[in-house]
């Protein structure tokens, strides 16, 4: 989870998960671990981890602030949303991370290259 975090590869903990700012990659360029088994699996993860957190936040804050003016609210609100924008990567990394857990001990783990894979990539 911690590689997630960091926004490299959850196997490997070498590649770089996303190509720019916020484009992921397909692969890592290191293991060669696919990222997303079929696209679109790690869009459920996605939204409950990062995009629901981010609604429950603005309204508490407009639940908190609404006897105060809307200057100060929305100030706060830009105060919170802009390191919320900020860390969007390492969020997602770290969703990702946790679908590549899912997957490694419930799932289908025949897209997980093996230690022997790693290896000789390694020599490569």
């Known amino acids: 989870?911690?590689?997630?975090?960091?926004?490299?590869?959850?196997?490997?903990?070498?590649?770089?998960?996303?190509?720019?700012?916020?484009?992921?990659?397909q692969?890592?360029?290191?293991?060669?671990?696919r990222f997303e088994q079929n696209p679109g699996d790690t869009w459920a993860l996605w939204v409950i981890g990062d995009r629901v957190f981010v609604g429950l936040l603005i309204i508490i804050v407009f639940i908190i602030f609404r006897s105060a003016s809307w200057t100060f609210g929305g100030l706060v609100l830009v105060g919170i949303l802009i390191p919320m924008v900020w860390t969007m990567p390492h969020r997602m990394g770290f969703?990702?991370?946790?679908?590549?857990?899912?997957?490694?001990?419930?799932?289908d783990a025949s897209e997980i290259p093996s230690p022997?894979?790693?290896?000789?990539?390694?020599?490569?």
């Open 1 to 25: 989870m911690f590689r997630g975090l960091r926004r490299t590869c959850p196997h490997c903990g070498r590649g770089k998960i996303f190509a720019k700012w916020f484009t992921l990659h």
């Open 116 to 124: 022997a894979d790693k290896t000789s990539l390694e020599q490569l």
């Open 95 to 107: 969703c990702l991370a946790f679908d590549y857990l899912i997957r490694a001990y419930w799932g």
């Open 27 to 33: 692969r890592c360029t290191v293991c060669d671990l």
